[in-house]
């Protein structure tokens, strides 16, 4: 995998992942929150905590 740094006026942390000899290339940029196919939407620190095996802080 390839990561490019992009950057930009638009999101200055802009990525962009080419995965060689696939004609993938994926765009991504850092936001406060995290959505995925599979969860409810959750802030970033917390799906961070989960991707490291860690428990999720609860927000009150």
Do not use: C, I, K
């Amino acid at each position: 995998m390839d990561l490019r740094f992009v950057g930009g006026n638009h999101a200055p942390d802009s990525v962009v992942a080419v995965v060689p000899d696939s004609g993938v290339m994926l765009l991504g940029e850092r936001h406060a929150w995290y959505v995925d196919a599979h969860s409810a939407p959750r802030r970033l620190a917390a799906a961070s905590q989960e991707a490291a095996g860690e428990s999720p802080a609860t927000e009150t």
